[in-house]
């Protein structure tokens, strides 16, 4: 069964920084793409950045180009995103997701965690 | 980027009637539209990707269709568990973007 699962939420000041990961079983994590979303609460969906299954491609959404880094770790079957100079708009229920065709076309995801910016 | 825009936002109607929910994209996506069902408190579920094909699972009264900016999904006759909210999304080009939602809620 193929699982994905957050952690590393919590509430952080604003210029603060935080590392999410996602811990993926159940299927062959090198071979996939894999994304970051999120939610702010109440809202709609938004993309926020993807890494190829090779991890040498990567792609961000402009409102947290420079500041977010997405990375995985084949050993330990980990998606990670690295979130530097946080911002109250960045609150979010983030969640990752794994692709089975190309980018986009999300069929697994995890329950997703709660960051939250706020002094 | 592409902006995708979903109508209506809100779609009230009864158990076994037919829902159409709509997607416009401000630009061709090339196919490349998916539809994604979210219940509250839960994470999104995919029903369509590539425009017509229905993902593990889903049942046959989820259906979509378009081409080129626009696309829709049908539901043939609603089942209780189908009131949630729908969003689109396009994997054509960089950034992938979602729609705004639509929420199909009990008349």
């Known amino acids: 069964e193929v699982q994905l699962l957050e952690s590393g939420g919590e509430l952080v000041q604003p210029g603060g920084s935080l590392r999410l990961s996602c811990a993926a079983s159940?299927?062959?994590?090198?071979?996939?793409?894999m994304s970051w979303v999120r939610q702010t609460p109440g809202k709609g969906l938004e993309w926020v950045a993807a890494i190829g299954g090779g991890a040498d491609v990567t792609h961000y959404a402009d409102s947290v180009k420079g500041r977010f880094t997405i990375s995985r770790d084949i050993s330990r079957n980990t998606l990670y995103l690295q979130m530097n100079r946080l911002r109250a708009e960045d609150t979010a229920l983030y969640f990752c997701?794994?692709?089975?065709?190309?980018?986009?076309?999300?069929?697994?995801w995890g329950p997703g965690t709660l960051v939250t910016v706020s002094s | 980027e592409i902006v995708l825009t979903q109508s209506p936002a809100t779609l009230s109607l009864s158990p076994g009637q037919r829902a159409t929910l709509s997607c416009r994209a401000s630009e061709s996506v090339s196919g490349y539209l998916a539809w994604y069902q979210q219940k509250p408190g839960q994470a999104p579920r995919l029903l369509i990707y590539d425009t017509s094909n229905r993902a593990t699972g889903v049942p046959a009264r989820f259906s979509g269709s378009g081409s080129g900016t626009d696309f829709t999904l049908t539901i043939s006759s609603l089942e209780p568990e189908d009131f949630a909210v729908y969003y689109c999304?396009?994997?054509?080009?960089?950034?992938?973007?979602f729609g705004g939602g639509t929420k199909v809620e009990i008349k």
């Open positions: 997701a794994r692709s089975t065709r190309g980018y986009g076309d999300y069929e697994a």
């Open positions: 999304h396009q994997r054509s080009s960089w950034p992938l973007t």
């Open positions: 159940g299927f062959t994590f090198s071979i996939y793409a």
